[in-house]
């Protein structure tokens, strides 16, 4: 196999997710589901070899949203996705047009109405068909979508997508989707809800995190690698390992590593890989992005120098001798404190540390001592800061 880091695979090549996708499909049967991971992950690989190999009576239909920009559009794609499987003629636009044509008067108000009326009659439509196959939505990158309606039509318009979909979860107990995306919904909400907003809108859904690979498939797809590019021949368990533990197991980098030894003409020893991941994380290109770890904080902690406290705190914890090593609460309280960062109690702490945690820069052990979640990240950051 070559490596191909950032392209859509075969479903075939897509390692290690075997026992996640049947626990997929087993939930589905009672629930829609929210996956919620660190972006580079594999997600959307997981939900496309479910696309491409689905459990009868599935029939996924799976919609990128990052392109979706209003409520009329996505009711649109879902009118027009529920009319194709019913493998009826006529399309989301022609009804919208026949709508607006009718009521010239006052288009307006209609076309504020009629998202919700097509999304409604089109979910309505499915589950009235009678269909051997069910059709199952794929949504990725929700939160995108949901970002784009709330800057250009506002916080209510967003939050009433939400709802809407969700009314229709709980109205239409056959309803199902798959939610996910490389920024968490929680965001999303979060804003909605400083706006006056609050929405439940993802309680009802179940939520599964995807993690890096387990270091068995790890080592496998190094090895396949390795050896589909002709970097080794017989695979030899140390290098295997060195390889996907430099990378945390994330598949990404496993891709990356393998296509660069290859570009650079570089044998797979130990010293090289070592070497190569190195020199990703010191490189100002940033070929792997990394700074996206770093940027984002002003995104995700806007209010009240919230994204230099989170750096703080990262700071502090990078600066630990090793990367599983950890500190409690109050241990993080006052080397912020003493960093100079203007932490003003415990509470304003912990809610940080929370936020911190669900969006996968932290996690805490079982005694509650936080560390940082990815040793790469870990890694990259004292670099990037020059602890
Ligand atoms: N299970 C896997 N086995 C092998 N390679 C994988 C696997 N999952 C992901 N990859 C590799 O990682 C790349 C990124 O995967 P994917 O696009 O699914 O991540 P993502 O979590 O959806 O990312 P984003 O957060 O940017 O949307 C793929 O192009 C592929 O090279
Ligand atoms: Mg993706």
Redesign the pocket.
């Known amino acids: 196999m070559k490596a191909n880091p950032g392209g859509n695979l075969d479903p075939r090549q897509v390692y290690g997710r075997d026992a996640l996708i049947e626990m997929l499909w087993d939930r589905l049967d009672s629930q829609s589901i929210l996956i919620n991971a660190e972006r580079r992950i594999g997600?959307?690989q997981v939900l496309r070899k479910m696309l491409l190999e689905p459990r009868p009576p599935w029939k996924p239909v799976f919609r990128d949203l990052e392109k979706i920009h209003s409520a009329q559009e996505f009711a649109e794609l879902v009118y027009d996705d529920v009319q194709q499987f019913l493998g009826k003629a006529e399309k989301a636009r022609n009804f919208v047009r026949r709508l607006l044509e009718e009521n010239e008067t006052d288009y307006v108000s209609l076309k504020a109405r009629t998202w919700k009326q097509l999304l409604t009659s089109a979910v309505e439509d499915l589950m009235k068909a009678r269909q051997q196959q069910r059709l199952v939505f794929f949504w990725?990158?929700v939160p995108y979508m949901l970002e784009s309606i709330r800057k250009n039509d506002g916080p209510k318009l967003a939050a009433e997508v939400l709802d809407t979909v969700r009314s229709l979860r709980i109205e239409q107990s056959a309803f199902r989707v798959i939610f996910?995306g490389?920024i968490g919904l929680h965001h999303v909400l979060n804003r909605l809800s400083a706006a006056g907003i609050p929405t439940s809108a993802k309680n009802d859904m179940f939520q599964v995190t995807v993690t890096p690979l387990a270091p068995i498939d790890a080592e496998r797809l190094a090895g396949d690698l390795l050896q589909g590019e002709g970097i080794l021949t017989d695979v030899r368990p140390d290098i295997v390992s060195t390889l996907a533990e430099e990378v945390d197991y994330f598949p990404y980098y496993i891709h990356h590593v393998v296509a660069g030894l290859r570009i650079e003409q570089l044998s797979a020893t130990e010293a090289n890989i070592r070497d190569y991941v190195t020199r990703q994380l010191v490189d100002a290109s940033d070929p792997w992005q990394l700074a996206h770890y770093r940027t984002r904080l002003t995104a995700y902690y806007p209010d009240n120098n919230d994204a230099d406290k989170a750096a703080v705190i990262l700071d502090v914890l990078a600066l630990l001798g090793n990367p599983s090593d950890s500190l409690s609460v109050d241990e993080i309280l006052s080397s912020v404190q003493a960093r100079g960062a203007h932490v003003k109690d415990r509470n304003e702490l912990l809610q940080l540390l929370r936020a911190m945690d669900a969006d996968h820069y932290l996690t805490r052990d079982l005694d509650g001592r936080y560390h940082f979640r990815f040793p790469l990240i870990r890694r990259w950051w004292r670099l990037d800061r020059g602890l």
């Open positions: 997600k959307t990725d990158e996910t490389s």
